[in-house]
């Protein structure tokens, strides 16, 4: 089958299209004919060897873990589904979702049927960055008229995060640059934070001197966060993807919750069916084609190029 293919650890550019077998089909697993795929920071971590210790990789490789298509083949004991079916996943097995195919656990939770009107290429943006984003919502308990900081909005998790913690009735703060004030408040940030104009925590201590009730912190691991539990009310949360300092380190009345994203039966569904039914909006940054595929992993590397949403992949 057709894929991206990475022979060594390094740089996104480095990879190139070819030729790799096709995964084979185990028992209680589907395979998926795959239309669509999106990016995520993890795919060029991997690649670049960063997680090598962690996590490392066999070459050749095939990145990517989110992807949509159609049930090519359905193993010995799945259910509720059959070939043909249109399905949204977030695929843990190589080779991964920049191929033509890609195999899943019939039974996983982050397997979900796609609803009529919703395309491939949006479908497959919602897997990783939505359950992240509703993993983080659920850690810091997010409920009514509470106050929310978003810091670092405009990425994938983001565009989540903003549009779910409105929905549990927050008051959501984001931070983003001036040209993406209008993008942030059509999420449903209520205020925004311009955070090339200052220091964005010295603008939150102004606006609200009295403190707010939780920060998702997703770009930061280091003292920053730090700083940024020092805007919290007593007893309120900040929560983190990407982990940092030991709970030690904050002030004792902050509760730190480090998080992985956790996916549980019928996430994936639900965050597909409010997609598809226009409850939430899915930001596409860039469309690729297959042949450019390894430029949606270069420019989401490039630190000079500003992803607002996600970029997708056009598998044909």
């Given amino acids: ?14 990879a190139k299209l070819g030729t790799v077998k096709p995964p084979e089909l185990k028992d209680g697993y589907v395979l998926v004919r795959l239309h669509g795929a999106s990016v995520n920071p993890y795919d060029v971590k991997l690649i670049s060897g960063q997680l090598k210790d962690f996590a490392p990789i066999e070459f050749p490789y095939v990145p990517g873990m989110d992807g949509a298509g159609a049930i090519a083949g359905v193993g010995e004991g799945v259910e509720g589904y059959r070939i043909g079916d249109r399905v949204v996943g977030m695929f843990g097995e190589a080779p991964g979702t920049l191929a033509e195919f890609a195999t899943i656990a019939g039974d996983d ?28 919502v659920r850690a810091a308990d997010v409920h009514q008229d509470q106050r929310v900081l978003i810091i670092g909005a405009t990425g994938g998790i983001g565009l989540f995060a903003i549009q779910l913690a409105k929905a549990r009735g927050a008051f959501v703060i984001a931070t983003a640059a001036a040209a ?50 020092g805007i919290i009310r007593r007893d309120g949360t900040l929560v983190s993807p990407l982990y940092g300092p030991e709970q030690s380190a904050f002030p004792e009345d902050v509760t730190v919750r480090y998080v992985m994203m956790n996916a549980r039966p019928g996430d994936l569904a639900d965050l597909v069916n409010r997609v598809a039914s226009g409850e939430l909006r899915v930001e596409i940054a860039e469309k690729y084609s297959f042949d ?16 607002r949403g996600k970029r997708v992949v056009s598998i044909p």
């Fill in 292 to 307: 450019n595929a390894r430029h949606a992993l270069g420019d989401l590397a490039d630190p000079r190029t500003h992803t």
């Fill in 1 to 14: 089958m057709k894929a991206l293919i990475v022979d060594s650890y390094g740089p996104p550019a480095n």
């Fill in 180 to 229: 993406d004030t209008g993008y942030v408040r059509t999420l449903g940030a209520d205020d925004v934070i311009d955070y090339a104009k200052h220091d964005p925590i010295a603008q939150m201590n102004e606006r609200y001197p009295e403190g707010i009730d939780a920060v998702f912190d997703l770009i930061d691991h280091d003292d920053k966060l730090i700083a940024a539990a």
């Fill in 109 to 136: 939770p982050k397997l979900a049927h796609i609803p009529d009107g919703l395309d491939f290429e949006r479908a497959a943006a919602i897997p990783e960055a939505g359950l992240t984003a509703l993993t983080i």
